[in-house]
């Protein structure tokens, strides 16, 4: 079962138009595909994904799961959106809320094992281990954690867990995103459940006001005395909750020694979505210079990319320059103008001679899809700007750090 319907507002207008597990990532992908790809290397083959958030662009992408190997007699990837019944009749309260309105999809396939994912999180998993892991200990629950460091860790899921044991224990006690971490294994929200047990928890949470898995089935567990383990994953993992943490997984894959080799993760991914497969090959001019970049099938490049990832359809003029800088499917920089430490959405424009961005700020900015920015704008590192502009909508040329243009 994927969690895949929210929106997660901390990232503003990228997330308008899209749940965040259908946003773009690495040149090429949807964070979903991480977990769909680390599914099918694990030969798990009956996936239910739990939408609910403006869901058009992830039902396009993923398709009937065909692209991860999920179409056949025993085998497929079922959309389960909210919907109308005797007895649901609302929209997810919550994590925990949307698995227990599909009970009935449980019942139906009978599982051995319930496993519940987050599908905006960036790593490699076979989950067959954790699976066996899970077994081994006789466990009702156990929960996968990844080591943080105590600053921030505020933001997360966080267990004591018993012994040091390299594959990990029992959980001992968990607090679900404290304002002062006293542990630093943070929960990367992915559960195995022993599907009785999944079924008495929600059916205990039901009837309150809250429905999350980290907030009030997990607590209940413990309290109740059910053997709750704790699985350490030590290989990468990337969060992506804000555009900073989007931007800085998104570099991971980037440089001269990369954190991450996408081809040692053999992530797949559906071509179809934004016609991929049908994109010319990309085009790079005489006069290009291009360095520890990502970019695909129809981009065009004349200008400089540097420390960049470029989807699909990306075109750079010459005399352009981008750096730092993530662009999604369609861009077009034109002439002269100088892209720093920005990610822009689907279909974006830049016109003549504009700057976007600052090399020597922490902040980002970030522009919607569809926009069309004029020429001779300067719109400074931290500023917003909001989907579907026109450059009659700027009222001016020049737009500071931190403000939203809309």
Known sequence: MILAGGRVDDLGVLTLARPKSAMPFGGLYRIIDFSLSNLMHSDIERV?????????????????GESWDMLGRNRFAAF???????NQSDWYQG???AVFQNLDFLRTHRPEHVLILSGDHVYQMDYREVIRFHNDNKADLTIVFAKVPREGAHRFGLAEIECERKEGGRVIQYLEKPETPAFDWASLTIYVFTPYVLLEALEANATKDSHEFGRDIIPWLLEHNYNVYGYKH???????????????????????TPRVDFNDWQICTNLSHGNIRDRRPALVGHSALIEDSLLYSGCRIAGTVKNSILFPGVRVDEGAHVEDSILFFNAVIKRNSRIIRTITDENVTVGVNTQVGEQDSEDLSIIGMNTRIPRDTTIAAGANVHPDLGPAQFSKHSYGQGETVQ
């Not at 239910?48 to 992408?61: A, F, N, R, T, V």
């Not at 290989?235 to 980037?254: A, I, N, V």
Request: glycine letters at 12%; charged letters at 20%.
């Open 95 to 97: 994590t925990a809320d």
């Open 48 to 64: 239910g994904i739990l939408s609910q958030y403006k869901p058009h662009s992830l039902l396009e992408h993923v398709g009937n």
């Open 80 to 86: 389960l959106p909210p919907f109308k019944g005797i």
């Open 234 to 256: 030590d290989g990468y993992w990337g969060y992506t909750r804000t555009p900073r943490e989007y931007w800085q997984t998104s570099m991971d894959f980037l440089g001269s």
